[in-house]
């Protein structure tokens, strides 16, 4: 695993507290019977449906040192990397979507990449309950990455870049889609081995249905799918934490990893700040050279004693993630969750967090995102998307809010980006509003990472034309891309009537949505479609 080197943290606005790794994600489920996951794990997930009016051209992959894309004459200054705003100085601008002052203009957008899904998945299931998210959960991002894409998978290591797009009904606004796509995974038997510590939450509030019987049933699961040479350690916390199981070879010992795991049991309260610490003794003890060191947490995020603060924890977890490699992955579980809590955990922890609440979910971190986990395509992943000022008038990045990055640091290779695994998907949508009459180029996506093994830099470029974005409506596009702009106008309703935040542009309402995303499921026959679908038509019921 690849050390990091202080001082690398960032803030807001392109000086991230790190900016978080993609994903799409990882361990638990929310399993009704053990034999259906396992059957879902060898069963097809079907054809995707190809995107047509794609306008992508493939660029260069280099050791870095192609120079940035170039803005129009009369840049502005770029080093506080806001890159959302109206170009050429033209007056008010935008940036992430906040109602606050607009940043300078600017041609240029900077973003760690990320796959993190836990706020759609915990949205999903706080719809389902009757109750609306929490609009400071709601991450636009998490949403449009929790679907399968079709992007074109490189022939190598690394990334392909798709960029299209389709208007939108508001007025001279579009929708552009930026796709990045990783080469699927090798085989189980050619993956390096890994060695994992499960850091399991057994706190009172974990005894609720769908908590720790399913973590215990996703754990079960897991140690039978894993290989031998891999290993295994087990931390329970509560009030306390203490190790069950240290780090031990699954090979002649799968019996005894059952026997820890079927004796978790809820107790009283929830110390994660204990949970956290034990869990990284436990991992740092039982580090494995060569293999994948990963801390997995699984929990509701509901500390109430300890350090009830992420703040407290960060510095070991980052201590630990640039000394020894090792990673944070969060797994998320129960309907009252700490999402934020979570977040900013494994954020610093150089992961990504998922949250799962039924079958399909828990199918999908088992048979796709676990293995992913494993190995990776790409560290420290950031894209740049180069707008072209001769026809693009404004534009607008739809999320990312705290993954954005200095425009200037985008071939800085010490500042951190995203972690990205084979077969992930990375979608960036933007509002753009072109000028009238736009025609010929309008953007160029650039993504840049660094190869987990050498740490040599390489980057890829794919390009979009004007008439990709004037052809047609969005709900005439191809179908993936439909599902995408459904995803981020489902966020945008539930985040925006919290006040404070512009709806993304073209935004329609939920029954409409509801409309389209009914003939998406229905077409597509796909059951994450067909959920997306399920949360419109709830949050339209309680949004009224």
Wanted: glycine residues 12%; proline residues 5%.
């Amino acid at each position: 695993m690849m050390l990091r080197t202080p001082g690398r943290d960032r803030g807001r606005d392109g000086h991230r507290d790190r900016a978080r790794r993609p994903g799409r994600p990882a361990l638990l489920a929310a399993l009704a019977a053990a034999a259906v996951l396992l059957s879902g794990c060898s069963a097809a997930d079907g054809s995707h449906d190809r995107s047509s009016g794609t306008s992508s051209e493939s660029g260069r992959r280099s050791g870095g040192g192609n120079p940035a894309p170039a803005p129009a004459p009369g840049g502005t200054d770029r080093s506080q990397g806001k890159g959302e705003g109206k170009v050429e100085g033209t007056g008010e601008g935008e940036d992430d979507g906040r109602r606050a002052d607009a940043p300078a203009p600017d041609y240029l957008s900077t973003f760690a990449l990320d796959v993190d899904t836990a706020s759609y998945g915990y949205a999903r299931r706080t719809l389902a309950d009757g109750k609306l998210p929490d609009p400071g959960t709601v991450r636009p991002e998490e949403f449009v990455n929790s679907f399968r894409q079709d992007y074109r998978q490189p022939d190598g290591n690394g990334f392909s870049v798709t960029v299209d797009g389709a208007r939108t009904d508001s007025a001279d606004w579009s929708l552009m889609r930026v796709g990045l796509a990783t080469r699927a995974g090798r085989g189980p038997s050619e993956r390096p081995p890994a060695a994992l510590t499960f850091v399991v939450d057994i706190s009172g509030s974990m005894a609720e249905t769908g908590r720790l019987d399913l973590v215990r049933t996703s754990l079960d699961l897991m140690t039978d799918r894993l290989r031998g040479d891999d290993s295994v350690a087990v931390v329970a916390f509560s009030g306390k934490a203490e190790t069950r199981l240290p780090m031990t070879r699954l090979d002649g010992n799968r019996e005894r990893v059952h026997r820890v795991v079927d004796g978790l049991r809820p107790t009283d309260s929830t110390n994660v700040e204990a949970g956290i610490t034990r869990g990284y003794d436990t991992a740092v003890a039982g580090r494995r050279a060569g293999a994948t060191n990963r801390v997995v947490l699984l929990t509701d995020a509901l500390a109430n004693t300890g350090t009830t603060s992420a703040d407290a924890l960060l510095n070991r977890i980052d201590n630990d993630r640039r000394e020894h490699g090792i990673t944070l992955f969060g797994v998320g579980v129960g309907s009252d969750y700490n999402d934020a809590f979570m977040e900013r955990l494994v954020d610093k922890g150089d992961g990504h967090t998922v949250y799962v609440s039924d079958q399909e979910e828990a199918r999908r971190v088992f048979c796709h995102e676990l293995p992913a986990q494993v190995e990776l395509r790409a560290r420290d992943a950031k894209a740049q998307v180069s707008f072209d000022p001769r026809n693009v008038e404004q534009f607008r990045l739809i999320g990312y809010d705290n993954r954005r990055v200095a425009d200037d640091s985008f071939r800085d290779d010490s500042v951190d980006g995203g972690e990205v695994g084979p077969g992930h998907t990375v979608t960036a949508l933007y509002a753009v509003r072109l000028r009238p009459g736009a025609a010929g180029h309008v953007a160029t996506a650039t993504v840049r990472w660094l190869d987990p093994g050498s740490r040599a830099p390489h980057e890829e470029s794919g390009r979009v034309e004007a008439s990709a974005l004037t052809g047609g409506g969005w709900e005439q596009a191809a179908p993936r891309f439909q599902v995408t702009a459904a995803a981020a106008y489902l966020a945008s309703e539930l985040r925006e009537r919290g006040g404070g935040w512009e709806p993304v542009p073209g935004a329609v309402g939920l029954d409409r949505l509801s409309e389209v995303t009914s003939r998406l499921a229905a077409r597509t026959e796909d059951p994450e479609v067909r959920q997306l679908s399920e949360a419109v038509r709830q949050a339209d019921r309680l949004l009224g």
